[in-house]
């Protein structure tokens, strides 16, 4: 791992950030189009936000554009991964560098714009709310009122729906979109996650780890808008993959009381 750039000048005298800035994660393979106006409208969604731009050694030039923009940019960070590939290691990795930089909270978020930026602030919003316990997760949610998919054929609205229903019926968490990438993390609740996978079942695995752990989630609603520029990175090797391990998770929840994965 070789971050780029930090964010030193904000930083406090401790060289950790302020308690009231919040690192947003984006795991990158092949995004060129896509990564240069992720920042810009990270950026401009929040001045709490940083920006960690994870990236798989993109052959397109994607790491390489981050860490340009990351030399006059203080609010970016890159770290460009070698030998390594998957999004579940991508955003385990993002989470543990948000800690030992010393964020509290951080957003993971899609790097094409399926999640919208400016629905951030709302999310963070929902951590804390009056007169209610802080939540260790906080989802951006498809499924529940007010939130929706825009430009999913009838098969992957079918896939979704199964993925979330196994996650809440047969996993036991108590979230109704548990397959969402678009979410806040309190990253005190990260030695929960034991044992991560390397695929898509990432997400699934962390709410159903922070669950068993005593962890809160609370969702918020939002749209996904499916891409618009690149390619998708899923294939059916991937989500062999990602059911595989939600057979495994279902199988220690309901018959190894207390084990993990």
Known sequence: MMPAASASSRSD??????????LVIAATYQEAENV???VDAVMAADPRLDLLVVDDD???????LAQERAAAEPRLI??????????????????HEARRRGYQLAVNIDADFSHDPTDIPRLLAAVALPGEP???????????????????????????????????WILRVPARDGSSGFRVIRLAMLDAIQQPTEGYAIQEQMLWQIHR??????EVPIIFT???????????RQMYKGSCDLLRFAWATWFSTGAQP
């Open 134 to 168: 802080p939540a260790d997760v906080v989802i951006g949610s498809r499924k529940i009122p007010g939130g929706g998919v825009v430009g999913w054929p009838l098969s992957r609205h079918l896939l979704s729906r199964l993925v979330c229903w196994w996650t809440r």
């Open 13 to 22: 005298a401790s060289g950790l950030p302020p308690a009231d800035r919040v």
């Open 226 to 236: 499916d891409r618009e520029r690149g390619v998708s990175k899923a294939d059916l």
């Open 78 to 95: 890159v770290m460009i991964r070698r030998d390594r590939r998957g999004l579940g290691s991508a955003v385990r990795d993002g989470l």
């Open 58 to 64: 993109s052959p397109d030039g994607t790491g390489t």
């Open 213 to 218: 752990a005593g962890g809160l989630i609370r």
């Open 36 to 38: 240069l106006p992720l």
